[in-house]
């Protein structure tokens, strides 16, 4: 809706500029000011008009106002300083939001662009762990936000068959009297030879020259054998960190293999394409000295096998040639990768990626290695999470039967880890507190219980006449402080999601999911709605808070709970 106001505040700017006769002004910005008193919105285009025309930015905002004539929903314009001010109708901007507001509210029109969005993608050598699951909450919600945007996504997990970490697994399998325990998660048991194998290898070092046998053998003559063996090891832990994945809400659409870019000769025709800018000693690599790198892009081991680099390589051409725009979502130690990927993909003529990098999340305890078998992982972290939810809601809702109660709790918990990660800007760092996170006052709770009044106050309601009225009709005069900052809250979702998908930033979404359930709890408790002369109106504001809410959630991959 803020869109909307923008183009008709634009255009009334833009006819006032023509009759006043001033030139190019470029693109004319606007922002919401800090008070009501100074109107709703407000642009400062006089200054982009200063230097211009050798005026003073208040003296042009002045002339603007005197020339300008405001269109519908706005009712008054005024100069304050250099900035020129937006006041709105309330009852006709109300009306509009109201009937803005339907149950697919946030989805913008079909941008005809397709985005391969790639996230999580996390070695098949364990369960995931709390290291991974900033990259795959951030992807999934994302990709929930560009397809909101109207874009055509399709999200994929690389998955990395054909690292070092497989082979010591393999090794592990054909060496060390190890039975994987079928009645285990598959993810975990794989998880646990792979810390007896890095036992074995601190024991005994010859053991690395043999795990670059199976590698270079699997690689370059690939037996039947050896390829089942490790095809069967990554399909193992991928059935186990898909059910992770669900768990939480995120289903990728894609899973590609890296072995695929061997067995398909991309590598080979990538080393010809590159071989004019490649150099030799023991091993092939790419100089990047000229591009400002010190560091070479090295392609082949001293062996002549390849590297996750050089596969990485014949990935992201792949994702070039399918999509419109790539993005990645990578760990802030994947910069010098990126940069290096990134002038190889230029001198190969593929897209270079959009690339959200994030810092990590921690335990208040420290930090994790999957190596040395130390980690929380996101199934531990998600049972914590239900638990600490189920205790809450007993001393919350006692009256609650079991199964209600946990469904309520499971909702909750996921909620909460989430909502945690997804509220903050990805480069900042990030410790895990679970106070926070589960706070039914300040944490992702406190949303889906606004969301859960919202459908209580409807349901109380003795009428649903409120879903079928004509909306010009209702009586939305003398409108209240709360309704009127309720409204115009609402109104802002589809601005929010579009500057989201542009910036390709999640937690512009959560915040102002948390600022909507703000909004709406201050109404709920302050503003009578059954009962009250504009029983209808208000009972369809709530109705529209509801969806609203509801909507701003499911970008997070949140459930809306009914009832909490």
Not at 28 to 46: C, K, R, Y
Not at 240 to 245: A, I, M, R
Not at 503 to 511: E, G, K, W
Not at 516 to 538: C, D, Q
Request: proline residues 3%.
């Amino acid at each position: 809706m803020y869109r909307i106001l923008e183009k008709n505040a634009s255009n009334s700017v833009e006819k006032a500029l023509e009759s006043l006769g001033w030139g190019e002004k470029g693109k004319i910005t606007f922002e919401q000011p800090p008070s009501p008193d100074m109107g709703d919105l407000a642009t400062s285009v006089a200054f982009q008009l200063a230097a211009q025309l050798k005026k003073s930015p208040v003296d042009i905002a002045q002339k603007i106002e005197k020339t300008l004539n405001v269109e519908s929903p706005f009712n008054k314009v005024k100069s304050m300083g250099p900035y020129i001010n937006f006041f709105l109708d309330y009852e006709t901007f109300s009306k509009m939001v109201l009937k803005s507001v339907h149950e697919n509210y946030g989805s913008l029109e079909d941008k005809k662009r397709k985005v391969i969005l790639e996230h999580t993608s996390a070695n098949p050598n364990g369960p995931l762990h709390i290291g991974h699951i900033r990259n795959a909450i951030i992807g999934d919600s994302l990709a929930r936000i560009l397809k909101s945007a109207g874009f055509q996504v399709e999200t994929q997990y690389y998955v990395n068959d054909m690292g070092r970490q497989i082979a010591m697994i393999v090794w592990g399998l054909q060496n060390l009297n190890y039975h994987l325990d079928s009645n285990e998660k598959p993810d975990v048991e794989i998880g646990k030879l792979y810390f007896k194998v890095n036992q074995a290898l601190n024991e005994n070092s010859d053991i690395k020259n043999q795990v670059s046998a199976i590698l270079k053998t699997y690689e370059e003559e690939n037996p039947e054998e050896l390829e089942s063996m490790f095809k069967s090891v990554v399909k193992m832990c991928l059935e186990g960190v898909e059910e992770t994945s669900q768990r939480l809400h995120i289903i990728h659409d894609r899973f590609v293999w890296e072995s695929q870019f061997i067995r398909d000769g991309s590598i080979e025709r990538i080393l010809e394409t590159l071989k004019d800018h490649t150099n030799q000693n023991d091993v092939l690599y790419l100089d990047l000295t000229d591009y400002g790198i010190e560091k070479e892009l090295i392609l082949t081991r001293s062996d002549g096998t390849s590297l996750y680099t050089t596969r990485d390589l014949a990935y992201h051409l792949q994702k070039s040639e399918q999509s419109d725009c790539v993005v990645d979502v990578l760990g802030s130690d994947h910069k010098l990768a990126i940069d290096q990927l990134k002038i190889a993909l230029d001198l190969l003529g593929g897209k270079k990626p959009e690339v959200i990098f994030y810092e990590f999340i921690t335990l208040p305890e420290g930090s994790m290695s999957t190596r040395k078998g130390v980690f929380i992982s996101v199934d531990q972290l998600m049972d914590e999470a239900f638990s600490r939810a189920q205790s809450e809601l007993k001393d919350r809702r006692p009256e609650l039967d079991e199964s209600l109660s946990k469904e309520i709790a499971e909702m909750i918990g996921i909620g909460a880890i989430r909502y945690f990660i997804a509220r903050l800007s990805p480069e900042k760092h990030l410790v895990f507190k679970w106070d926070e996170a589960l706070s039914f006052e300040r944490g992702c709770a406190s949303i889906q219980y606004a969301h859960a009044r919202a459908c209580k106050l409807l349901e109380k309601a003795e009428t649903s006449d409120f879903l079928s009225v004509q909306i010009d009709t209702l009586d939305v005069s003398n409108m209240e402080t709360l309704e009127i900052e309720l409204v115009k809250t609402i109104a802002k979702f589809s601005s929010i999601v579009e500057v989201s998908a542009r910036d390709l930033r999640v937690h512009p979404i959560a915040q102002y999911a948390m600022e909507m359930a703000g909004a709406f709890n201050k109404f709920y408790k302050s503003v009578p709605v059954i009962g009250s002369e504009k029983e209808l109106f208000r009972l369809l504001l709530v109705e529209k808070s509801r969806i609203t809410i509801k909507n701003c959630l499911n970008l997070l991959g949140i459930d809306a709970p009914v009832s909490m």
